[in-house]
């Protein structure tokens, strides 16, 4: 786990912006203008110390280990970095009140996440991002300006909260400036998809992006289950009239159940209802729950330990992978999963969020397995965690 | 904001019930086939559905959940959504989005051969009187891309359409040269015995990517007896012409029929056996048609639609059996009719359909110039009845539509309209077929009772679901593997069952 | 074997539940309805030796039970269903599709 935010001293920094960390190839390159850089001296070694030529060009500012190396007059950061959290091309956010860099994107990292509100129309039950009533509207303005900072070369990009379209029209403003800037960037959006049952949002998003796709979660195959679980009436009608219209506005749409128990326990209906009803979804994500937020609060409610889900699993992934439709596995770790299901697992949490427990040392597929969330505790672990320490039946050829 | 339980989200109002039918099931009376107007499927106690239409279920009661999820009814109307529903309706009905796609040019009526019950009023080899023209065959070609479908298969047929080979060498390269301009996607087919099958017809047919269908009615014996030639040698050119066509064509180039005569009856095994030893995958058990020279000889070579149904069973046992052991062999109807109920989507087949594929789904052009919405109406015309004749390829397409043959069908060719299927559970997965029943009754309409386009459907429909209730998990596999690999509509998979 | 004769309640079964009932054994049997007073009357007669006449009057009245749900299903539905086959078929079949281009 590395975190996305660390201490640091701020000094004479009039507002906060978005800067764009560099060092010396980032400067080569030139994509970005000197005011939007944070030269990183900590990147440019002893022998060749900073230039006064090198400081004296126009850069934001200065990040550096100790104050003794910051130009003088000049903005700095310090930071006790020793991890490595901020690093050359990553974009970070300065928070002065609080003392903190906050790494807003993160350079290689396939987990990069635009956070598009605090604000939600749902309120699920385990949501692991509870909402805030708040007015965030700014962070359409600070999205923007971030997708300015992203490589061009970024793997991938989503855009979560909260949830996405309740920035109406700014939704359309953040995936147009990834378009702009980072046509060739995959771009997910998470969204509950009720809005989309609105007339004529849906077909906006026609065309917006090249690689625009969409992960709407759904939790019954009908709606006395899903609203439930999502803690609104009325929900799953509007998601599904949604997700109709996100196919008519030619979008790409992904399914992402996380398997709280009352949703396990119709496993085989939704996956059946998925296939009768929205065949033209492109992939069903079958998630662990993450245990933070408002799932701590109903841990009775929703959880079922992997290792009791097993004969589930196993059928609804069967069922939809004979039928063409792509399937996979989130956030469970690979022990606690019948070896057939083995090739439908990813690798789904963000290094950011990501651990390992103690049976995982000297685990032979360890590399390959989801880990756990940071924050798990003994209750969300399943008892079927063990280490896999010799070649058992299958483990090597499946690995390729 | 507090958390509430799942009585919070049950919704206040009463359900209601959506569109639903249902059967009694064959084999166990005390339970029903139940459907929704989309297709969509359950099978529940008989009481169960009496108590859930008298409203005298408790509201909580877990069936109720399941017909909900198939859209058999809707629990309080301002939390539901009917957008599944229309959603699949139209999926299953994806066949009416474009015009005619499975177009079927009869290039000459010359056979060799002199089956009994050909469907086909075939001529002796030497009446070349019964060939297409060069000048029919281009306008052939014109009418074609009048057409707005932008996927089409064209079948050639006859007759025996190799022993025209120039005019079928004409169609196709004249065929692929207009395209060049149109874009169209174009999948052609030839329906053929294969006899005589040379390798410079080979190498045409490569050129232009063609698939051919064949029958193969069996062993040696069998196929020989029901297709004579006066060599007696009608089985064996058949395998060397499929030998010959794949070795150039591919594997998977040449599919075939089997046609069921009385004498298949006797003897399902040796049939499917006959289709393993020569490295079939599918095999096409098909009953004989009431048409072309069938219906003079049926004392001789007919029986009863309950006949086939019972060879059909012992069929589907041996075949079953034949996947146990590995080897991959579906049945071409079985196929299309779990596809129906296993699938969400629309089929490719013509002759299934409702509203008909006779004219909307498919167009036949005959050897002479004249145009019919099918092969069978192509037929009662050779007997002497023009009742389905569209017109000429002279006239336009929009001509044809507006004819009195054409009106006629689509009086009579909506299923669900029809007395007898419009309550059938099984309707949303069959199709009305009035020139069949034309054929057989002298209505387009039909007496249900007593049709036997119905009794075969829903025999089948029945046995085939009776089969993957009853099967082990392996029969269930095969049959749903089955299901899954038919052929979906996008009408460029249009499929009929010349040959 | 002769004419079979059953009755039906008219405060019961409707003239087109027992029409229709009566449909399904048009093929077996000469057959033929007729209204007395508050009585349906169902006539059949075997076209040949051949037709099954096992249990006949329990399958016939079974047969008109069920008969009577579907035109409560019908009755319940009939509107519904036209409604969405109206909607369904505009939307999948454009006016200019309809036909072939000119």
């Known amino acids: 786990m590395l975190p996305l935010d660390t201490k640091a001293k701020l000094t004479n920094w009039g507002h906060a912006p978005l800067l764009k960390v560099a060092d010396l190839a980032e400067m080569a390159v030139g994509r970005f203008p000197f005011e939007r850089m944070a030269l990183d001296l900590r990147s440019i070694g002893q022998k060749s110390a900073a230039t006064a030529e090198l400081v004296g060009l126009p850069w934001a500012g200065f990040i550096a280990n100790q104050d003794a190396q910051l130009p003088s007059g000049r903005p700095g950061v310090v930071l006790d970095d020793r991890a490595g959290i901020v690093r050359p091309g990553d974009v970070i956010e300065l928070q002065p009140l609080r003392s903190r860099v906050l790494v807003r994107y993160r350079r290689g990292d396939a987990s990069n996440v635009l956070f598009a509100t605090e604000q939600c129309n749902s309120y699920c039950m385990m949501c692991s991002q509870p909402p805030h009533d708040v007015d965030d509207a700014w962070r359409i303005e600070q999205m923007c300006e971030l997708v300015k900072l992203i490589d061009a070369d970024t793997p991938s990009l989503a855009i979560s909260g909260g949830e996405p379209t309740l920035l109406g029209a700014g939704l359309n403003r953040v995936i147009g400036h990834c378009a702009d800037r980072l046509p060739a960037t995959p771009l997910h959006v998470l969204t509950n998809g009720r809005r989309f049952s609105a007339h004529g949002y849906a077909a906006t998003f026609e065309a917006a992006h090249p690689a625009l796709s969409w992960g709407v979660p759904l939790y019954g195959d009908h709606f006395c289950l899903h609203d439930y679980v999502v803690q609104s009436s009325g929900a799953f009608a509007e998601t599904i009239k949604g997700l109709y219209a996100l196919h008519q506005a030619g979008q790409r749409i992904e399914i992402r159940v996380v398997l709280v128990k009352p949703t396990v326990e119709r496993l085989q209906e939704l996956v059946r209802y998925l296939y009768r009803n929205l065949p033209f979804v492109e992939h069903v994500a079958l998630m662990g729950i993450e245990p933070t937020g408002f799932a701590k609060a109903h841990y009775d409610d929703i959880w079922i330990d992997p290792a009791d889900m097993a004969d589930a699993l196993e059928a609804a992934v069967e069922f939809l992978a004979a039928r063409s439709m792509a399937v996979s596995l989130f956030n469970l770790p690979l022990c606690a999963l019948s070896r057939s299901l083995w090739p439908f697992a990813r690798q789904s949490i963000s290094n950011w969020k990501r651990d390992y427990l103690p049976p995982c040392e000297g685990c032979l597929v360890r590399e390959r397995c989801a880990g756990f969330f940071s924050w798990t505790t003994d209750a969300w672990t399943s008892r079927a965690i063990r280490t896999i320490t010799h070649h058992e039946e299958g483990v090597s050829c499946e690995k390729h | 904001m507090k958390f509430r339980g799942r009585e ?26 139940v459907s929704s107007m ?9 009481a169960t559905l009496e108590r ?8 909580d009661d877990p069936v109720l959940t399941d017909m909900e999820a198939r859209h058999l009814i809707a629990r309080d109307i301002d939390r539901s959504t009917l957008a599944p529903l229309l959603s699949q309706y139209k999926a299953r009905k994806a066949y009416l989005s474009q015009g005619p796609a499975l177009h079927i040019i009869v290039v000459s009526l010359r056979c060799h051969h002199t089956c009994s019950y050909c469907q086909v009023s075939r001529k002796p080899t030497g009446a070349s009187s019964f060939d297409m023209s060069e000048e029919v065959a281009n306008t052939v070609v014109e009418r074609l891309f009048e057409w707005p479908s932008h996927t089409l298969t064209v079948e050639l047929q006859g007759g025996e359409p190799l022993l025209h080979f120039e005019r079928v060498h004409g169609l196709l390269s004249r065929i692929i040269e207009r395209n060049q301009r149109e874009h169209r996607e174009i999948r052609f087919v030839i329906a053929s015995t294969l006899h005589d099958l040379t390798d410079e017809q080979v190498q045409v047919l490569k050129t232009y990517n063609v698939q051919l269908s064949t029958s193969l009615d069996g062993p040696e014996a069998l196929h020989n007896a029901n297709r004579p030639r006066p060599e007696r040698d009608s089985h064996a050119r058949t395998l060397a012409g499929i030998e010959r066509a794949r070795a150039t064509l591919g594997p ?24 393993r030893r020569r490295d079939f995958h599918s095999i096409s058990l098909r009953p004989l048609s009431p048409y072309g020279f069938a219906r003079k000889t049926v004392a001789r070579t007919g029986y009863s639609i309950d006949e086939f149904l019972a060879f059909y069973r012992k069929a589907l046992e041996i075949i079953l059996s034949v996947n146990h052991d590995g080897y991959e062999l579906e049945e071409g109807y079985a196929s299309l009719l779990l596809s129906q109920l296993h699938t969400p989507f629309s089929h490719g087949y013509v002759d299934l359909r409702s509203p008909t594929g006779a004219g909307l789904g498919a167009v036949v052009y005959d050897y002479d110039g004249q145009v019919y919405p099918s092969d069978e109406a192509r037929m009662l015309a050779a007997m002497g009845d023009t009742s ?3 017109g000429r390829v002279e006239e336009s397409p929009r001509t044809w539509l507006s004819s009195p043959a054409m009106r006629r069908i689509l009086d009579a060719g909506v299923a669900e309209a029809l007395p007898g299927c419009s309550d059938c559970a099984y309707v949303p997965l069959c199709g009305a077929d009035p020139i069949d029943h034309y054929a057989r009754q002298g209505d387009p309409v039909g007496h249900r009772p007593t049709s036997d386009f119905c009794r075969k459907q829903m025999g089948m429909f029945d046995l085939l679901l009776e089969r993957w209730e009853l099967g082990s998990d392996a029969d269930r596999r095969v049959l749903e593997q089955w299901a899954l690999k038919a052929p979906r509509s996008t009408p460029s998979d249009d499929v009929s069952e010349a040959g | 074997m002769g004419t079979i004769e059953l009755r039906f309640d008219a405060a019961i079964f409707s003239a087109d539940v027992v029409v229709r009932t009566t449909y399904r054994y048009s093929g077996d049997f000469y057959t033929s309805v007729e209204h007395e007073a508050t009585t349906f009357v169902v006539r059949l007669a075997p076209r040949s030796s051949t ?5 006949l009057e329990e399958r016939f009245r079974t047969d008109a039970l069920d008969e009577r749900m579907r035109e ?7 509107e519904v269903h036209a409604a969405l086959v109206t909607a369904a078929l505009r939307e999948a079949v454009p006016a200019d599709d309809a036909g072939p281009t000119p």
Do not use: C
């Not at chain 2, 009385?262 to 056996?273: K, Q, T, V, W, Y």
């Not at chain 3, 037709?51 to 249990?55: P, Y």
């Open chain 2, 38 to 46: 989309s297709g969509d499927w359950l099978l529940m106690e008989h």
């Open chain 2, 252 to 275: 998977g180039s040449v599919s075939a029929l089997t046609t069921i005569t009385r004498r298949s009856l006797e003897d399902p095994l040796a049939i499917i056996h006959e289709y």
């Open chain 3, 51 to 55: 037709v099954n006449l096992a249990l």
């Open chain 2, 52 to 59: 859930v239409i008298d409203r005298v279920l408790a509201a």
């Open chain 2, 388 to 390: 389905f004749a569209l």
């Open chain 3, 72 to 78: 409560q299903i019908r009755e319940e539905t009939g």
């Open chain 2, 8 to 33: 919070a989200f049950t919704g206040s109002r009463p359900y209601r019930l959506l569109p639903l039918r249902f059967r009694r099931l064959p084999w166990d009376p005390s339970r029903a086939f």
